[in-house]
């Protein structure tokens, strides 16, 4: 059964007009195409039946096939037969709605002012949605931002990678510990190996070891920022005039190491820092021997320049 037609409640005069005609025309040409179907069918199997085609087989199939698309033809040819009334019906009810609203001019002021409501309405329901559609991709743009952020600190780059591969080979022999936090690669040395007790004079094992991280470094971009720490106990006297406290101390050495990487010509001046922090950062108790040794380190950290 075919879908009833429910007329607009606000009509256009020429529209319910035209509908009608549009309407009514295509029922009438889709009926008049039908019909043509049908008798060129019937003429069809007429023909076959004469010349003895319809008895079995294959000429059987298609007459059982011609015979079903001719029922279901002339049922969508009842159906648009009943949708062209419907719309002559719709199209009655359309004019005289229109002729209604012509006769109450205060129906057809309250219909435009109820129209003119809805279209704002609808244009403000436009802008809402453009508007939060802005919010969620500005949401969205901030959040690949932090991803990114989160990633370049957690997530070492291929070169990162390869300086941290290339350290770890060439300090192989060495009694350092290598590490990473988040963007930064440390090279943690144990001052015993670089510098003698109480002093800031480089050891011949300890030049090996800058050697070899000025090697590696120069194969990076990498700014080379040297700190120099210390335990807890005081200088000794016989010290205390070169190194007056462990800021001194620590800081001398981070400044002798930063001048001997610089020295190897694969280091320039301006990736390089020296800092010293006495025994301010401890990294264990001072109050054993094994804690005062972790405590007295040079640490070597690697950190990519910031891109302007």
Do not use: C
């Amino acid at each position: 059964m075919a879908d009833p037609i429910t007329p607009n409640p606000l009509p256009n005069p020429a529209g319910a007009t035209t509908s009608k005609v549009v309407a009514t025309g295509a029922a009438k040409a889709a009926a008049s195409g039908v019909a043509k179907v049908v008798a060129w069918q019937a003429i069809t199997l007429g023909t076959a039946a004469a010349l003895g085609l319809g008895g079995g087989g294959y000429y059987m199939a298609r007459d059982a096939k011609a015979r079903t698309q001719l029922t279901e033809l002339e049922q969508k040819s009842g159906a648009l037969e009943d949708r062209a009334k419907q719309a002559e019906v719709a199209a009655e009810t359309l004019r005289a709605q229109i002729e209604q609203l012509k006769g109450d001019p205060a129906k057809l002021a309250e219909a435009s002012l109820e129209l003119e409501g809805t279209k704002a309405e609808l244009a403000k329901l436009k802008d809402l949605s453009a508007s939060e559609k802005k919010v969620l991709e500005k949401k969205l743009a901030d959040q690949q931002l932090a991803l990114e952020k989160l990633k370049a600190t957690t997530m070492p780059t291929d070169e990162e990678a390869k300086l941290e591969a290339d350290l770890k080979k060439r300090l192989a022999d060495k009694d350092v510990v290598i590490s990473r936090l988040k963007d930064q690669l440390k090279v943690t040395v144990a001052s015993e190996i670089l510098f003698p007790s109480g002093s800031a004079e480089l050891a011949p094992e300890g030049a090996d070891v800058l050697r070899k991280v000025a090697a590696a470094a120069n194969k990076s971009m990498d700014e080379v920022r040297v700190e120099g720490h210390t335990d807890s106990d005081p200088i000794a006297p016989v010290l205390a005039q070169y190194y007056p406290t462990n800021w001194e101390l620590s800081t001398a050495r981070a400044a002798v190491a930063v001048r001997t990487l610089q020295a190897t010509g694969m280091v320039p001046a301006d990736r390089l820092a020296a800092v010293g922090y006495g025994d301010s950062h401890p990294v264990a108790p001072n109050d054993t021997v094994e804690g005062k040794a972790k405590n007295r380190r040079v640490e070597i950290i690697f950190k990519p320049i910031p891109k302007t």
